[in-house]
């Protein structure tokens, strides 16, 4: 990594803890990712962002502020991008994927808080993180009891506006995320300066699906066998997409797929023809959290697709692109955020039946239902999830795991033996 200190240091940034993240990082990326054989080309790229991490896109994003911009932190794929970036800010994933963070927001959260949430609040609360000091905003949800209260204690460090997800789909709760949509509208148009108008919307809107297309060519070269790429690469891929800026990540994506159609069309492979595929399905799985997709392909099977925010969720439906007028671009915008089936929801279905499809599609073999250590809601779901899947004859295992490593040998034993079983 080029030498951003003093960039961090204006941002205020704890420094002396912040070198043991930078030297723990490289480390840990190359041994899992750099010891892999046959990667696509393509993914230079995204070795590059993550050896600059905290550098290059922070520099970009506090030089926009400097011309004058706005940034704004986003926890969530519920919170509408498109917004953002039609009143000239920028959008920034942030949600936090590292056990380095979980002991910071331990100071504040119960123990038996998720590791998302902790690893969040705790990456600001430590100052060890530019992300999470760079944002002018905040912009959360309440999609768990949990997110509900860590965002009244982030509120005392940054402003903070919260985005009501309802927890049904009826029309009316359509209508009601509508008109959340126009208030958040309301909040990045006085925060930016900025009147957002039908056509930077729809730009935006253009914008963002276009990100979202480049991503499904890449999870549709993921169908082929033997498959092109491995699940890491292609989660590092989508975990990257939620924070670098949307043009430049649906061009290096698209870039991906390019290669990647040739691979198939070449018939080549980073695993063989009749390597287990595997579907992860679950909860989140933010950067640098790559330790189960690490696992399963360790053991020689490929993730081949994920059913999570971090897989198909984030990018699977597009924006419909038609409407010419505000009123009709923000019900686009609900009526697509809306489709996002998340745990929340109830009754979720919808979910379980995207599992069985995407099962289907990527012809997996088993299914691991992962939750993060004390998410209740998709902790919850798993029941329903297993139930169906039995009916449908697809082997499924469920995992509860959080960031740390303690687990690991655990996992790695439970995951083999599912493997052994599926290759009988």
């Known amino acids: 990594m080029a030498d951003y200190r003093e960039m961090w240091a204006n941002l205020g940034m704890d420094l002396e803890h912040h070198d043991v993240l930078c030297e723990v990082l490289p480390e840990a ?14 993914m230079d790229f ?28 986003t926890f969530c794929v519920y919170v509408p991008d498109e917004v953002v970036f039609a009143a000239g800010g920028i959008a920034a994933g942030l949600c936090g994927g590292s056990q380095f963070w979980v002991s910071g927001g331990e100071k504040v959260l119960p123990a038996n808080t998720c590791p998302l949430i902790k690893a969040s609040v705790g990456a600001r609360l430590d100052k060890t993180c530019p992300f999470f000091l760079i944002p002018d905003m905040y912009v959360a949800e309440n999609t768990c009891d949990g997110k509900k209260k860590a965002w009244e204690i982030m509120a005392g460090e940054v402003p903070l506006h919260i985005i009501d997800i309802p927890q049904m789909k009826r029309d009316r709760d359509i209508a009601a995320f509508e008109a959340e949509i126009k208030d958040f509208i309301a909040v990045v148009e006085k925060v930016t300066g900025n009147k957002i108008t039908a056509e930077s919307l729809g730009e935006a809107i253009k914008m963002i699906n276009n990100k979202r297309r480049a991503l499904q060519r890449v999870y549709n070269a993921r169908k082929a066998s033997p498959v092109p790429i491995s ?44 390597a287990v595929r595997i579907m992860i399905s679950g909860t989140p799985m933010a950067i640098p959290n790559w330790k189960l997709h690490h696992i399963v392909e360790s053991l020689g099977a490929a993730v081949v697709v994920e059913e ?35 745990a929340c929801f109830t009754p979720n279905s919808a979910r379980i039946d995207d599992i069985v499809r995407l099962a ?33 004859n697809l082997p499924i295992m469920h995992i509860e795991t959080d960031y740390s490593e303690q687990d690991f040998e655990q996992l790695r034993t439970r995951v083999e033996a599912f493997l052994e079983m599926l290759r009988k």
């Open 231 to 274: 699940g890491k690469d292609a989660l590092l891929v989508t975990q990257i997409n939620f924070y670098d800026d949307p043009a430049r990540a649906a061009q290096m994506a698209n870039n991906l797929a390019d290669e990647l159609e040739q691979r198939i069309n070449n018939g080549t492979g980073v695993f063989p023809n009749n």
């Open 29 to 42: 990326f190359g041994g899992i990712y750099l010891i892999q054989q046959d990667r696509p080309k393509g």
């Open 360 to 392: 289907d599609e990527y012809k997996v073999d088993g299914i691991i239902d992962t939750n993060l250590q004390f998410c209740n809601l998709y902790s919850t779901e798993s029941y329903l999830v297993k139930q169906v899947m039995t009916e449908h």
């Open 308 to 342: 999570s925010c971090t897989g198909t969720r984030y990018f699977e439906n597009l924006v419909d692109e038609s409407a010419t007028t505000l009123e009709g671009q923000i019900r686009a915008l609900a009526e697509r955020y809306m489709k996002t089936n998340c």
């Open 46 to 73: 995204y070795d590059f962002v993550v050896a600059e991490i905290h550098g290059v896109r922070p520099a970009e994003m506090m030089q926009h502020q400097k011309e004058g911009g706005k940034v704004f932190g």
